[in-house]
């Protein structure tokens, strides 16, 4: 059942129909896209700001009145801020917690001390999933990097065979598996069934954690060969600064990383097995599955449970909480421009002219939706400027597909836009000056893990396709 209360599709505009011919909309859709991908990689306009130039002139460009573009770009930013920014907020906020609470270190500690040298890199792959799963990647990249230097130093392996595995499992769960922005956002603009997706994208994401994980890493090591940065010591070399005295347990974590996933996923398979049940069980699931509710619960989980076992007093639970806001100010902004980009491509009827295009083509709609999720990602740099491009161009496409199609085509775009990493990507420029690998070193490591991530993804999505 479609999740109508995250993942309503915004209100169009009063229908116009565009002076333009079909090719004068294509030109429209093709220019508005290279002036956003010029404005972000050449003249560095920040993306949010790019996608409102970028989605009013394609408008304007489509035969919309200027007034009519603007009322359109921001009906879609509304629409898609009311159905994604909560939950983004949300998920900041429980991400935030979770490491100022020592969960986090909680985690990783249980998690390495009952790891041999060999299966070591596993752990790590295994680490950074479930420290990708509740946050974002740059939030993610900080609290793994200490990990994987501490890590690396106190085994003695190879800081490439450590750092890979943990940075797949973090960006396979940041492009494939919601409640990350860029899945929210495919998921809301495709209007695909949130829980379904959720469940399909970790079905998809295991296989390709290993394949770009502890198994690529095993070459990645013998080509890229460099030290062990001298940071993160102190006296007892256990991490950068002060060590908590008292953390939440491990179990008590773990089920509050958990929560909101087995929330959604119970609420989908009642949903499933009854749909339009009235039972009490499955109302109360239905109710408890929404990702607002079911994130909102993991928030109130963590300031209650997270807060007590690390220590935290109400001033400490309330600081982190301000805290995590901020940093996310700018993603809320991408995201609510690209929702409104995608608008004005279904208003001017661009991506009906791109569906129709489609329908009368042997085009596979998920290699489709891969290639042009690859292609602005390569171009901008930016996975979530991908994600919103090409599931704005491929909403009307999408309209004529079942459930399952649906979440596949979202994992398909999110497969899309991890797709080679290179200098126009602000995380290699983590990445490469963390590990303290060249420019060329990053390449042969990080890009390369990249697009295993993006190929192998696509290849799962493409298999599911067929046995399902």
């Known amino acids: 059942m479609y999740l109508s209360l995250v993942t309503a599709a915004p209100t ?27 404005l972000i990689t050449w003249l560095k306009v920040h993306p949010f700001l790019a996608l409102a130039i970028g989605a009013v002139g394609v408008g304007a460009g489509a035969g919309l009145a200027p007034g009519a573009a603007v009322t359109s770009f921001s009906t879609g930013f509304g629409g898609t801020m009311a159905g994604v920014g909560i939950l983004v907020g949300f998920g900041a906020m429980f991400g935030k917690l979770l490491a100022d ?51 690396a130093r106190r085994s003695g392996m190879s800081l490439i065979r450590i750092a890979i595995p943990a940075l797949a499992g973090l960006s396979v769960m940041h492009g494939l598996v919601p409640p990350h922005p860029g899945p ?12 379904l997706t959720l469940a399909i994208g970790v079905l998809v994401a295991i296989p390709t954690v290993i394949v770009a994980g502890p198994v690529f890493s095993k070459f990645a090591s013998r080509w890229v ?21 008292a953390r939440p347990s491990f179990l008590i974590t773990l089920s509050g990383i958990l929560l909101p996933v087995v929330l959604m996923l119970a609420r989908s398979i009642a949903d499933a097995t009854a749909p339009g049940s009235t039972a009490p069980l499955n109302t109360a699931l239905d109710f408890l599955g929404t990702p607002m509710i079911a994130l909102g619960l993991a928030v109130i989980y963590a300031m209650i449970v997270f807060g007590r076992g690390g220590g935290m007093d109400r001033a400490a639970v309330s600081k982190s909480l301000a805290d995590s806001l901020p940093p996310i100010a700018g993603i809320l902004l991408i995201v609510g421009a690209g929702g409104g980009f995608k608008q004005v491509l279904i208003d001017t009827g661009i991506g009906t002219v791109i569906a129709n295009a489609v329908a009368g083509s042997s085009i596979s709609v998920l290699l489709l939706a891969w290639f042009v999720a690859a292609l602005v990602r390569v171009a901008t740099g930016s996975a ?40 126009n990507d602000a995380g290699f420029w983590l990445v490469k000056e963390y590990l303290g690998t060249t420019v060329g070193q990053t390449l042969k490591t990080w890009t390369i893990m990249e697009c295993l991530i993006s190929l192998t993804g696509l290849a799962g999505v493409l298999l599911l396709n067929i046995v399902i």
């Open 184 to 195: 929210l956002v495919a998921v809301t603009a495709l209007g695909a069934n949130l829980g």
């Open 101 to 151: 609470s020592g969960g986090a270190d909680r985690i990783v500690d249980s998690l390495v001390t009952r790891s041999s040298v060999r299966t070591l890199p596993w752990t790590m792959a295994l680490i950074g999933g479930l420290i990708g799963l509740p946050m974002f990647f740059e939030v993610g990249l900080v609290l793994l990097i200490p990990v994987i230097i501490l890590v």
């Open 384 to 423: 979530t400027v991908a994600t919103v491009t090409a599931a704005g161009i491929l909403a009307p496409v999408a309209a004529s597909l079942g459930g399952t199609d649906l979440a596949l085509m979202v994992l398909a775009i999110g497969a899309g836009s991890l797709f080679l990493s290179h200098v």
């Open 12 to 38: 169009p505009v009063v229908p116009i129909t565009p002076a333009g011919s079909d090719a004068q909309l294509i030109i429209a859709a093709i220019v508005g896209i290279a002036v956003i991908i010029v």
């Open 225 to 245: 060969s460099v030290p062990v940065p001298a940071l993160f010591i102190t006296t007892e070399d256990l991490g950068a600064g002060e060590t908590r005295t």
